[in-house]
């Protein structure tokens, strides 16, 4: 039986995007692989509120967040982690001797615009690494404000990973002046994994240029200038399926209304956190809890390994608590295409596993 995925990615994929995975290839030195790029750049530059330039890579989102901290560091980068993910960085940093020093804080907390302000003010930094949407944790950081504050360092890049909410929040991205603002195709824009995006800036690209050695594959300038030089084609071959699934999927996204896409996420993740308020605990500061999933904490000691095994059987799966959280919370992701009503099902579900 097919369980459906309530997991922060992959998530559930509609057959109509699978689909388009199957379609017949094409050159990709091609006029049309040039027209795909542009027209999933197109769309994606609404998505993300941009005039910037769209990225993929053939990688999942991790590929250009390792790409953007390595090709834009100068000097050294300010990593600020409210989780697993914002601790990734760091380790990508390190792994590729990147200067880097790591300021997290306790798991469930936000990353705030004043230790932003406080850490740049040092000016020991030119590039400085937020997660948007921490799947870890459930926090959703506030980068509209920590973005104000960045802006007073005009030297400092700024990266933003939005993997997991990209498509299920708005995220404004030349509003908040973020120079890389990276997302995977498997959370909430629905698709199968396989694919990073990003939006580049000028001065993101400026930056990397006077960086010597950014790699061969990740090469963010590389990847940028073979798309402006060679009329929007990348200088591997890039998989031909994701994009059209993208492309296609990014239809039907516009098609739904960006602003109705983000309410139906903000609907679903109230209607969670309601439900987690009421049987159990949030563990974020519900202020900052994301809309794109709910970070709930065991408080009634149960087995979260036995609950998911219950709710496979009945067609379902949840998560359980990330790394070191696994058995003190579970995860339930509300992104993507998912509805009100599926939710619903899957609460009355586990109310019904765990005699609520
Ligand atoms: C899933 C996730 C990643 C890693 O993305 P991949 O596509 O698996 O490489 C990074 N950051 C956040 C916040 C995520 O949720």
Redesign the pocket.
């Known amino acids: 039986m097919h369980k459906k995925l309530f997991i922060?990615?992959p998530v559930e994929v509609k057959d109509d995007v699978l689909k388009m995975m199957a379609k017949p290839m094409i050159g990709h030195r091609t006029k049309e692989a040039s027209k795909l790029q542009r027209d999933i750049s197109e769309k994606l530059m609404k998505l993300f509120y941009t005039e910037n330039q769209i990225i993929l890579s053939t990688?999942?989102?991790?590929?250009l967040?390792e790409s953007a901290i390595r090709s834009c560091t100068r000097k050294r980068a300010a990593v600020f982690a409210v989780g697993a993910?914002g601790k990734?960085w760091y380790e990508m940093a390190i792994a590729n001797n990147v200067p880097a020093d790591l300021y997290e804080v306790e798991w469930g907390t936000p990353t705030t615009k004043e230790s932003v302000d406080e850490v740049l003010a040092t000016g020991k930094y030119d590039v400085v690494t937020v997660?948007?949407?921490?799947?870890s944790t459930g926090v959703m950081n506030p980068v509209d404000e920590i973005g104000e504050v960045v802006k007073k360092y005009p030297d400092v890049v700024f990266l933003v990973?939005a993997?997991?909410s990209a498509g299920g929040a708005k995220i404004e991205v030349d509003k908040c002046g973020i120079d890389v603002c990276i997302t995977?195709t498997?959370?909430a824009l629905g698709l199968p994994?396989g694919l990073?995006i990003c939006t580049a800036s000028e001065k993101a690209i400026e930056a990397a240029r006077q960086v010597e050695h950014r790699g061969f594959y990740l090469d963010l300038v590389k990847l940028y200038d073979t798309i402006k030089k060679k009329d929007h084609q990348y200088p591997s071959t890039p998989s031909l399926s994701h994009m059209f699934a993208l492309d296609y999927k990014l239809d039907k996204i516009l098609e739904e209304g960006l602003d109705n896409r983000f309410n139906r996420h903000a609907e679903m993740a109230k209607y969670v956190r309601n439900w987690a308020n009421e049987y159990f605990e949030l563990l974020p500061d519900e202020r900052y809890a994301s809309n794109t999933l709910t970070n709930i904490k065991n408080t009634r000691e149960i087995s979260v390994g036995e609950l998911n095994k219950a709710l496979g059987e009945r067609g379902f799966m949840i998560s359980n608590g990330y790394g070191k959280l696994k058995e003190k919370t579970f995860r339930i992701a509300h992104m993507a295409d998912t509805t009100l009503e599926e939710v619903k099902e899957l609460l009355e579900n586990i109310e019904d596993i765990l005699k609520l």
Do not use: I, Y
């Open positions: 922060p990615g990688t999942s989102g991790s590929g967040m993910f990734r997660t948007h949407n921490e799947t990973d993997v997991s995977s498997q959370k994994p990073a």
